[in-house]
């Protein structure tokens, strides 16, 4: 199982993922970065810099036939309040239109999960992810099961993430929620991004699921918090993903 899904996160077309540490990551490409960021949303190169600083490492997506930069990832690690246990967090994803429907996302998180867990194989890892509704139907449908935050969770283990969940919220200064278990980013989505989805995507039962949480997520500012564990089922559901998505 390992093994096949080594190979799969080393598929590349029709990008190849190139992986930049903290300690490794030069002004020059830190620049490009940023550059090619701005594209989609507009933001200060000091405050790009101190949030790449924050993060372990970042997953760059190159064209593989020019070698200009479509998109990239950063990833950084958290404590958690169990065991031999870490949490898997997600930085700025930027992703040029174009290469949206590649499940570079998907390759990346499993690629950083990968690395992790050679290094460190006793350590057991969670994915939490504070999603609006594209992201989480992305997430969703690639995994065989998830959990949704709980905030009044009690049991040991969804209690330790619930912990997480609210450090990240605010470490990110999201409000939450406590009756309705939503977190306030104070992001909402323009007509212009909605357009770019048929009605047949809300639709979907990820969609569907997302809505009944969160059903004014168009007009709230508002994002649900999902997260799971990297079990065999859901390390193969990934793998078949990625699989189908590199190649469309």
Known sequence: MLELLLRLSAI???????RIRREELSEAVLSQLHAMS???MAEDLEHFRVHAQANELVHVFRRTDTGDIVGFQFWRTAPLKLPRSRVILGGKLRILPEFRRHGLHLLSGLSFFLGN?????LTRYYRLSIASVFGFVSITEALAHYHLFEPRASEEETAAVRDAFLALAEESHFRVNLETGL???NIYMTPETLGRY??????????????SINPEFRTNGSYVGMWF??????????ARAIARR???
């Open 38 to 40: 701005t594209r989609l």
């Open 246 to 248: 590199l190649w469309r």
């Open 12 to 18: 590349q077309p029709p990008v190849r993922m190139e």
């Open 198 to 211: 048929p009605p047949a995507f809300f639709e979907k039962p990820a969609a569907r699921r997302y809505a």
């Open 183 to 185: 977190f306030f980013v």
């Open 229 to 238: 564990r990297f079990t065999p089922a859901n390390l193969l559901s990934l």
């Open 117 to 121: 867990q050679l290094r460190h194989p």
